[in-house]
């Protein structure tokens, strides 16, 4: 149901762009997220969006660098991830749940889509 793409190679400093499309109908109704898990480590909230109302979340280790935004032509959350750092190497994972998007753990999302790699080297 959920698609993420996008990921890839970058510089540190560069910027990369992932998508994450599924049916306007689960968006309607649904908040979303993304999620990234760096090597060896656990999975971890990036950012939320409620399809809705625009309210958006971020992790304190990505604000003023990264931007959730929803686009209602192609029917997709993006993460437009700028001043990447090496740290910000991971697998990343779009997330959907019903109700408020101020929600941060994994484990209270129910939809997720496949991962997409993005590294960044130094």
């Known amino acids: 149901q959920l698609q993420a793409s996008g990921g890839g190679l970058v510089q540190a400093g560069g910027s990369l762009r992932l998508s994450c499309a599924a049916s306007r109908r689960l968006f309607s109704s649904h908040a979303v997220a993304w999620f990234r898990q760096p090597p060896g480590q656990e999975r971890e909230f990036v950012s939320s969006l409620s399809w809705g109302d625009s309210r958006i979340y971020y992790a304190e280790s990505v604000k003023g660098r990264f931007a959730i935004s929803r686009d209602r032509v192609q029917n997709s959350v993006d993460l437009q991830m700028n001043s990447l750092r090496p740290e910000d190497t991971a697998v990343y994972f779009c997330?959907?749940?019903?109700?408020?998007?101020?929600?941060?753990?994994?484990?209270?999302?129910?939809?997720w889509g496949q991962g997409t790699h993005v590294t960044v080297s130094s």
């Open positions: 997330a959907a749940r019903t109700g408020s998007p101020y929600v941060s753990h994994w484990k209270d999302y129910n939809s």
